[in-house]
């Protein structure tokens, strides 16, 4: 008998659980589904300082570094390939393969040791790229140096930024207000990772492999076939109403990309084309965005690539020969 009032009792009280759970709200039962390995790696991401750490004023000019080349303080890394780097470098660069900077910050320096870490390139684009990674990755004494090479001496801005800087669609902008739409959803990682920390990891290892060039967008395409990409003016308000690409919609530098603004609002079954002035800060986004899922990509040279005398006429982050030094090299 008293085995049949315990076996009873058993029953009643898992009947009652789970009526429980039949029970619950609505919303109560949304809470309980897992969120996206995305959204997990962008609240570590925002909660940790890695985020702010990429919207900050992460370069530094061409000046600052030729004072400093040979400050103990100061690391200089030039990702540029190996020939142009023999034919011409800042004396103390060392050469370092995109691929292999991960390896190098945690094998071959102790990164801690300096003041400021500067990552050189040709223009100044890729640098702010993997110095948006290693920011990520928690470094945060790594700057790039605006405009690249191409700041030091003309013969190497006469192979990046010369060549393509440009006017050519500076007519076809639109002055149009484009709205933000909200998708309310976020991009899918298949990392298969459940905890921030291993999720990174995956998709940093991911990132420093795959080369930089293949996120790069020519502003010809975009003006060509403007449906095909989702794009986005990653400059302040009065630049973006002075003329802007077609469909173009603003979304304001150091406040976007977040959980809490606008994250939700990026398509995750389009191509994401991101450009501002220079290519340099919208590179940057490039690296956090792809690092999250989107497909994302910087237009090169960004304004300046398609409405340069635009950006001179406003002194908005113009290239021109007056950017350029002649500073010695190691040849």
């Known amino acids: 008998m008293k085995k049949v009032v315990t076996y009873t009792l058993a029953i009643f009280f898992v009947t009652l659980v789970l009526n429980s759970f039949t029970t619950l709200p609505k919303d109560s039962i949304t809470n309980i589904k897992t969120s996206s390995e995305s959204e997990i790696l962008a609240n570590y991401l925002e909660n940790h300082g890695r985020f702010k750490s990429i919207t900050e004023n992460t370069l530094i000019n061409a000046d600052e570094v030729k004072k400093n080349f040979k400050n103990l303080k100061y690391h200089i890394i030039d990702i540029r390939s190996e ?39 040709y223009s100044g684009q890729s640098a702010s790229y993997y110095t948006s990674l290693l920011r990520i990755a928690g470094y945060n004494n790594v700057f790039s140096m605006k405009w690249g090479m191409s700041s030091w001496r003309v013969d190497f801005a006469e192979n990046s930024w010369l060549k393509n800087i440009k006017n050519t669609f500076a007519s076809k902008l639109e002055t149009k207000e484009n709205a933000i739409l909200e998708n309310k959803s976020y991009s899918s990682l298949e990392t298969e990772k459940t905890d921030a920390k291993p999720i990174l ?86 690296a956090y965005l792809s690092l999250l899922g989107y497909d994302t990509g910087n237009i090169a040279y960004g304004g300046n690539s398609f409405m340069n005398k635009v950006l001179k006429e406003k002194k908005w982050n113009a290239f021109s020969k007056k950017e350029i030094h002649m500073f010695p090299v190691i040849e």
């Open 201 to 286: 990891r995956t998709k940093l290892l991911k990132a420093f492999a795959t080369p930089y060039r293949e996120h790069i967008i020519k502003s010809a395409d975009v003006f060509a076939t403007p449906n095909n990409y989702y794009i986005i003016s990653y400059t302040n308000y009065d630049n973006y109403k002075n003329g802007h690409i077609t469909g173009a919609k603003e979304y304001n530098p150091g406040n976007s990309f977040q959980l809490s603004t606008d994250l939700k609002t990026l398509p995750t079954n389009k191509k994401i084309a991101i450009y501002c002035e220079t290519g340099q800060n919208a590179a940057k986004m490039v």
């Open 83 to 121: 020939s142009w780097f023999e034919y011409g470098h800042i004396k103390n660069a060392h050469n370092v393969k995109a691929q292999d900077l991960l390896n190098y910050f945690e094998t071959k320096i102790t990164p801690s040791n300096f003041d400021k870490i500067v990552v050189i390139c």
